[in-house]
């Protein structure tokens, strides 16, 4: 079931494309339980340029993916044992495949029959029916990804959705930890972040999303050679950071009270400060709608 098949391809009329002879080809992993898919790639002429291994089932691509750790991941959302998202999460969660860009291919408005909770996303999403050369494209689009990432000293990048639900906040602060374990990051400053993390989320549930279960909050996680950032988004108007009324402002306690209520916000407005405390720095973006939590790496400890 396992193949080196490609497509030949010439070069790039800007050059950006790495020729046979300059580049190692582009291994890629496809897994898809559709044998016309196969088919069509076996028919695709030999070339240095790219290798091609295949996978029918979750379960043995996942396997296949973290023992040969290939270029890119070339996933279906609908298979029979382990839907597309599972995998994703499977890939993003281990440290050896983390830093693989996944491509999803999907039937068009399947993307609107997520299951609850926690979602980590696709790099790239190619929507089925395709042709073989809409998947080489998606391919290459995966693969500048991953040299974009490599330019801004991005190790791995990690894009993770969730709906505004309390066990799907909880949901996510485990994947966090999950995540975070495979970085120079201690345990105390780990639950700093993962504190901070919960601040955050939460303000977007309650502030951002008014406690909708249906709007989605987004994350990215970053991890640099000295640094992890961690990016949350709401769905809601934002806010201006800088003008949010709180017990700390001013000598008396409760001033800001009468001002919150005619803002709409609820008693207290500590998650900010909190967060901030928790965190090297605490930074917003999008009108107030996202906000980046900073946590600097240990650079002489062993990864």
């Known amino acids: 079931m396992l193949g080196r098949y490609g497509q030949r391809v010439g070069p790039r009329r800007d050059g950006g494309r790495p020729t046979a002879a300059t580049a190692a080809p582009v291994r890629v992993l496809v897994i898809d339980d559709d044998l016309r898919l196969w ?110 990432w490599d330019r801004q000293g991005v190790r791995a990048e990690v894009r993770f959705e969730f709906d505004s639900r309390s066990e799907s906040l909880f949901e996510a602060d485990q994947i966090l930890e999950t995540l975070s374990r495979s970085v120079r990051l201690g345990p105390g400053r780990l639950t700093r972040l993962r504190q901070a993390f919960l601040e955050i989320a939460s303000n977007a549930i309650e502030w951002g999303n008014r406690l909708v279960p249906s709007r989605l909050v987004a994350g990215v996680m ?53 967060a901030r405390r928790l965190v090297d720095e605490l930074r917003h973006g999008d009108g107030g709608s996202e906000a980046t939590l900073v946590m600097r790496l240990d650079t002489e400890a062993p990864a």
């Open 39 to 148: 088919v069509r790639l076996l028919r695709l002429r030999p070339s240095r340029l790219w290798q091609w291994r295949w996978a029918r089932s979750g379960e043995t691509g996942l396997a296949l993916a973290r023992a040969t750790v290939p270029d890119v991941v070339v996933v279906r959302l609908d298979l029979p044992d382990r839907d597309g998202w599972e995998i994703c999460r499977g890939l993003r969660t281990d440290p050896a495949t983390m830093g693989v860009p996944i491509v999803m291919s999907r039937v068009p408005g399947s993307e609107t029959c997520r299951p609850r909770g926690v979602r980590v996303c696709a790099d790239v999403v190619v929507p089925r029916p395709f042709t073989t050369a809409d998947l080489v494209r998606a391919v290459r689009r995966a693969k500048r990804w991953r040299t974009r």
């Open 222 to 274: 970053r991890i640099y050679d000295d640094r992890l950032e961690l990016s949350v988004r709401d769905q809601g108007e934002g806010f201006d950071p800088d003008d949010l009324p709180h017990a700390c402002d001013g000598i008396d306690p409760l001033a800001h009270l009468e001002r919150r209520e005619r803002m709409g916000l609820r008693e207290g407005g500590f998650g900010l400060l909190i």
